[in-house]
T-cell receptor, first 114, second 113 residues
């Protein structure tokens, strides 16, 4: 059974700091890995998707990396802003047709202080 | 307008009541999913549907049923709600391409008293 772990569960940083969120998974046979942002009262917003054949993806101030062999992914946020405050979830996908489409971690709650 | 919508956004009900949560999407995707999220935990898959005639159980389907009324509509029902079904429920969609990126609705907060 695939298990996804995110450490730390909560993180507080001053504005402007660069930071890294961690995600680890137990089964390296993944199809892709997705990073989401969750704001209170709102749904999940997809930030980045890394396919299993890729090592990283970038979008603006966000960079996600994937190391399948070690079962790890990181989300790097550059020059953090208070608007980045949210819960960040990672999820790994098995190939379409599998019973468990996405397995989620429990998230890292990020607070960026002004 | 949002691509994936859910109704209602909030619902309080009593034990034993039948509840239906609805999801609609305008993304034109064939695949739709229902997840639940408990406080401090990740999302768990309840049911998923690859097209109107293909519905499958997820990890935690007991106590739930679904209906895929059309490509754009996927409903989740709790036949007899119980307090431990109090959670945040999300609907999601994805296309049939190889990427399988999922897009989520805003969620329905359900409280069962």
């Amino acid at each position: 059974k695939q298990e996804v772990t995110q450490i730390p569960a909560a993180l507080s940083v001053p504005e402007g700091e660069n930071l890294v969120l961690n995600c680890s998974f137990t089964d390296s046979a993944i199809y892709n890995l997705q990073w989401f942002r969750q704001d209170p009262g709102k749904g999940l917003t997809s930030l980045l998707l890394i396919q299993s054949s890729q090592r990283e993806q970038t979008s603006g101030r966000l960079n996600a990396s994937l190391d399948k062999s070690s079962g790890r992914s990181t989300l790097y946020i550059a020059a953090s802003q208070p608007g980045d405050s949210a819960t960040y979830l990672c999820a790994v996908s098995r190939p379409p047709g599998s019973a468990r489409q996405l397995t989620f971690g429990s998230g890292t709650q990020l607070t960026v202080l002004p | 307008d949002a691509d994936v919508t859910q109704t209602p956004r909030n619902r309080i009900t009593k034990t034993g009541k039948r509840i239906m949560l609805e999801c609609s999407q305008t993304k034109g995707h064939d695949r739709m999913y229902w997840y639940r999220q408990d406080p401090g935990l990740g999302l768990q898959l309840i049911y998923y549907s690859f097209d109107v005639k293909d519905i499958n159980k997820g990890e935690i389907s007991d106590g739930y049923s679904v209906s895929r009324q059309a490509q754009a509509k996927f409903s989740l029902s709790l036949e007899s709600a119980i307090p431990n079904q109090t959670a945040l429920y999300f609907c999601a969609t994805s296309d049939t391409g190889t990427v399988n990126e999922q897009f989520f609705g805003p969620g329905t907060r359900l409280t069962v008293l």
